[in-house]
């Protein structure tokens, strides 16, 4: 590793002895591209921040556990309105921001450990699943879905038909010593999902290296591989529905390497 390219990530905040050898993060990049769909996607949510792009497969889902809670919930409104039960949980507001009979709220974050504070993803799926029907996993919780996502065995991640998961500070890939936990975490859902579609949160930047381009923050949106009939159109990136997160920065666009 060069002087150089040490000094590049340096300044894009990426202290580290270590780097990740560039054919490791291209494998990576292959692996997580999107699949495409014989399913159109749908929008769920609002005009920015907080909507999710979705495949259009709703029915007969009857839950939507949704960690991390902002001042908006309009994804959780909207699936409310549908009929869906959504459950909420987030440790750092005292209420979920709307009122619906189909919201309920949990002041806790979600964790590895069961205390006060936090709960792990299994016990609060297990405690409030009505064991009928598929459930949706919106997570965006800050960071900490890595930990979560390693602590939260297969079997009931295989009762989410839909995940869209935000994940946090991507420019680990660069770090030979992160890499290898990212790298898990993601091999970990694709034994059971397909990614069909990644949005860049333009509240965040991009991290380029060389012909590597990793943005810091994306919502990744997978479905599980038992519902998916494979099409061969070409997909495009924006697509359609995509709207930026944040109406007043510019629009941080998917890289031609992630697709």
Known sequence: MTRLFEKLLRRCGIVSHKFTHSMQIVDFINKVRCTGIDTDLI?????????????????????????????????EEDLARRGIK?????????????????????????GCADDDIHMRLENWFSENWDETGDSLLQMD??????????DTPRSVFARF???????HDLEMLFSK???????????????????????????SKSVKIGDLDIP???EFTFYRKDRITQSSHDLSFPHALDIKNNP???DLFLPDIWH
């Not at 750092?92 to 009979?101: G, L």
């Not at 290898?180 to 859902?189: E, M």
């Open 86 to 110: 959504c459950f909420l949980a987030d440790h750092s507001v005292e209420d979920a921001p709307i009122k619906n009979k189909n919201i309920v709220f949990e002041k806790r974050f979600l």
């Open 216 to 218: 810091q923050v994306m």
């Open 141 to 150: 919780i800050e960071g900490a879905e890595y930990s979560v996502i390693l």
């Open 161 to 167: 038909r839909i995940m869209v998961i935000e994940f």
């Open 248 to 250: 007043k920065k510019a």
């Open 177 to 203: 010593g992160a890499f290898p936990f990212v790298q898990q975490v993601f091999d970990k859902l694709l034994q059971d999902f397909s990614v069909v579609h990644i949005h860049p949160n333009n509240n």
């Open 43 to 75: 929008r769920i949510g609002g005009h920015g921040d907080g909507g999710y792009l979705l495949p259009d497969d709703l029915e007969g889902i009857g839950t939507c556990f949704s960690p991390g809670v902002d001042v908006v919930a309009t994804f």
